[in-house]
């Protein structure tokens, strides 16, 4: 959905929009981001995966649990990959929240664009 340089996100779905504000927020920080909409997680697009080592950081972001999800999966690809580059994989902590609005829940687990940002920014240095 975006072409970039520095960091690849891997999403898809509803959220895939607050990674493209993200992308434009990082942007103005001298941070170029590529963003991958990964609509099937099995099977895998495990070429897009592999292509993603020449990054300095792949990034998953789901409205999914973080064990069992996007994130797992892009980290056995990665696992058995060469000078892999770091990950940081965004999603809804092992815990049962008891709900809430859209725009709450995607604060609560730090899904915005703006806590995305924050969470890339910590693991790009």
């Known amino acids: ?3 970039g340089d520095d960091v690849i996100i891997f999403s898809h ?4 929009a607050e990674c493209l504000k993200a992308a ?3 942007k103005k920080k001298n941070i170029s981001c590529k963003v991958v909409n990964m609509h099937t ?3 895998i697009d495990k070429q897009s995966v592999i292509e993603s080592k020449k ?3 792949v990034v998953t972001v789901e409205e999914h649990n973080v064990i069992g999800g996007l994130g797992s999966a892009v980290s ?3 696992s058995v990959e060469k000078d892999r580059p770091k990950q940081l994989s965004l999603g809804v ?3 049962y929240e008891k709900g809430g609005s859209y725009k709450y829940l995607l604060d609560k687990y730090g899904l915005n664009s703006e806590k995305i940002v924050e969470k890339i920014l ?4």
């Open 55 to 57: 990054f300095k950081l």
């Open 41 to 43: 997680i099995k099977p």
């Open 13 to 16: 779905g509803v959220v895939l």
């Open 76 to 78: 056995e690809v990665l």
């Open 24 to 26: 434009e927020i990082l």
């Open 93 to 95: 902590t092992d815990y």
């Open 1 to 3: 959905l975006r072409e």
């Open 122 to 125: 910590l693991k790009f240095k």
